[in-house]
């Protein structure tokens, strides 16, 4: 990552559309972008945002197939290897094309090298509403104006791009390594908060995709350290969000073997959940870095 496009970002260097922009191909299936160096963590892209880029790819070419403008509504990705930031293609595949569903198969390739893969379920979707059953805590926390904002960095110093490209306020009781986190009892490890772009682009469904890995790993408050890439993710996008702030609830369930999993339920202004997560990732602590 340059260091001016980390200090001084540009309104395209924060611009989501930008940042995701596709070239496509004569085909309508195939598309050449570049990765961007900024919605990263170090030197390599976010993975909410990397699958933000194939669900966008999917999108279009649906719309170019079908004249449909589908959301995702679901996807399961699995990250092989890290992009490098550079030009890359993705291709898409339309694996069954029904009356309300498609499912479309979407990877991104670099030097003839599958570096992410996804199937995704793209659908009509419509705002919030009220659910005839939901089993999901609410979400109690402050208002974002009572509630931190963290520095672009990992705790090792390694700089998050991410942390620039999104306004994240977390309550002051789940921000790493502050005094009182928690509260009383042994640490837990749940990030709460809201987020939003740091241009102030308002949230729709393509973005939600992003979202939903756009924070920094539950488990720093139980001692990780910063290195907790993902291996595989599924994304519920279950409605169009409203505008304005995205409430977040981000938890580490069970750390066991090098690996945890974490879930992640986003929810609009108008308090309906949009968007749920969840991914298995790999994971260190101090004690085991040697």
Sequence with gaps: MSQSAFESPSADDLSFD???ALRPRVDGATFDLDVHPLWTVGDRPNGGFLLALLGRAAVQAISADMGT?????SATVTYLAAPALSAAEIRTTLLRR???AAHV????VQSERTM???VMVLSALAPGDTPRYNDLAPLHIPPP???VGLPPHTPEGVPVGVLVTTDLRLDPLTVPGAPGAGGEGPPVAELRGWLRFADGREPDAASLLYFVDAVPPATLLIGS???VPTLSMSVYVRAQPAPGWLGIRFVANLVSAGTVDETCTL???DGHVVAQATQLARLRFPDETG
């Excluded at 403008?69 to 509504?73: G, T």
């Excluded at 198969?105 to 991104?108: I, M, P």
Aim: glycine share 12%; proline share 0%.
């Design 18 to 20: 930008a940042a995701t």
């Design 69 to 73: 403008a589908w959301d995702v509504q």
């Design 98 to 100: 029904g009356r309300t």
């Design 105 to 108: 198969r979407a990877v991104l």
């Design 116 to 118: 992410v893969d996804a």
């Design 145 to 147: 104006d009572q509630c």
């Design 225 to 227: 350290t910063g290195w």
């Design 267 to 269: 929810w609009d202004g």
